[in-house]
T-cell receptor, first 113, second 113 residues
Framework: EAGVAQSPRYKIIEKRQSVAFWCNPI?????LYWYQQILGQGPKLLIQ????????DSQLPKDRFSAERLKGVDSTLKIQPAKLEDSAVYLC???????????FGSGTRLTVV | GESVGLHLPTLSVQEGDNSIINCAYS??????FIWYKQESGKGPQFIID?????DKRQGQRVTVLLNKTVKHLSLQIAATQPGDSAVYFC????????????FGKGTLLTVNP
């Protein structure tokens, strides 16, 4: 089966600019996750979707981060305005509703200068 | 905050040796644990999982041991190969049926030929 697709692979922006990341999960996977992975650390959950509804966004900095999954398939994560500390890899993962194992995409590496 | 931690941030082994990577967790309610492997520039890749009603699970060249008494998880890799060089993360499910994984900081495994 095709994996989780993410784009772009890399992005460099200046602070205070905006940026958007895109994720296409594995076909049929109802649950989608966005994680932030700062260099040298483990991934940290930002938001979890079940179909097109948000299950958990408690760790999403909502003053600057937003995410949507309008049709229950693809998802976008946006940062506006970006800060230097947002430099990280943003990982998207998906899973079946009753399948515990996540499948991760390769991520988008964001550098804020 | 993070509840999953690793005792050793780096581990260097000789090719052909067995590797043991350890992980401590603090949430006694966690019911599911996964080990992930992350190579440079890639997303985490599922290796093996274990549920809290088990204490051992074996895969191909890998074994996961769970000690709920001391809240300890370990990953054993038999006959370690250069291709096993990567960062290894343990993750625990905090979310119950919501399948929300919390990751530790990772251990860098280096296999010397």
């Amino acid at each position: 089966e095709a994996g989780v697709a993410q784009s772009p692979r890399y992005k460099i922006i200046e602070k205070r600019q905006s940026v958007a990341f895109w994720c296409n999960p594995i076909s049929g996977h109802a649950t989608l996750y966005w994680y932030q992975q700062i260099l040298g650390q483990g991934p940290k959950l930002l938001i979890q979707f079940q179909n097109n509804g948000v299950v958990d966004d408690s760790q999403l900095p909502k003053d600057r981060f937003s995410a949507e999954r309008l049709k229950g398939v693809d998802s976008t994560l946006k940062i506006q305005p970006a800060k230097l500390e947002d430099s990280a890899v943003y990982l998207c993962a998906s899973s079946f509703q009753t399948d515990y194992g996540y499948t991760f995409g390769s991520g988008t590496r964001l550098t804020v200068v | 905050g993070e509840s999953v931690g690793l005792h050793l941030p780096t581990l260097s082994v000789q090719e052909g040796d067995n590797s043991i990577i350890n992980c401590a967790y603090s949430n006694s309610a966690s019911d599911y644990f996964i080990w992930y492997k992350q190579e440079s520039g890639k997303g985490p890749q599922f290796i093996i999982d274990i549920r809290s009603n088990m204490d051992k699970r074996q895969g191909q060249r890998v074994t996961v041991l769970l000690n709920k008494t001391v809240k300890h998880l370990s990953l054993q890799i038999a006959a370690t190969q250069p291709g096993d060089s990567a960062v290894y993360f343990c993750a625990e499910n905090w979310g119950g049926s919501n399948y929300k994984l919390t990751f530790g900081k990772g251990t860098l495994l280096t296999v010397n030929p």
